[in-house]
C-alpha cells in the first residue's frame, strides 16, 4: 500500500513538474484564450486562423495598440524567426498582441509561474520598496 501511495505521489510531482504544451488560437481578429497562464518551461504555441502574430510588447504600447514590440517572443506573421512556439524561461506577466491588427486591439496577457511567483514578479514590477534608515539595523 505505502509503494502505491509513494508512486502516485511520484506520478502527481512528475505531472505537475512536466513542461507542457499551451495553445493560443488566434482568429480575426482575437485570441482565444487572450489570457493565458502558463509555467515556466512550458511550450507556447500558435495555431493562426488567419494571418496574426503573438508579438511581445510593452505595456504602455499594449494599452495604446501600437504595432511595435520590445525584443521579447514573437511568432507568427512577420516574425524574425518562422517558429510558431517559444518557451519563457522567466516567471511574469507578459503582455502581446497581434502585429498586424494591434490597432484593432487584438491583444492578450501571457502569465508565466505558478500563481505565487507571478504574483511575486507582479509586485516586483509594480511596487518599489522603501527601507527606512531608522529600520535598518
Ligand atoms: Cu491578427
Known sequence: MKLLILSVL????FQFNAQQNYTITAYDNYFSPDTAYVNVGDTVRLVS????????LDSIDWVNNVATDNGGFWIGLNAPTFEDWFVVNQAGKYYFNC???ATVGMKGVLYVGSSM?????IS????SVEIREDKVI
Request: aromatic share 8%; hydrophobic share 25%.
Open 99 to 101: 502585429n498586424p491588427h
Open 10 to 13: 511520484t506520478l502527481i510531482t
Open 117 to 121: 511567483n507571478v504574483q511575486e514578479s
Open 49 to 56: 486562423i488567419g494571418y496574426h502574430s503573438i508579438t511581445e
Open 124 to 127: 516586483n514590477n509594480e511596487f
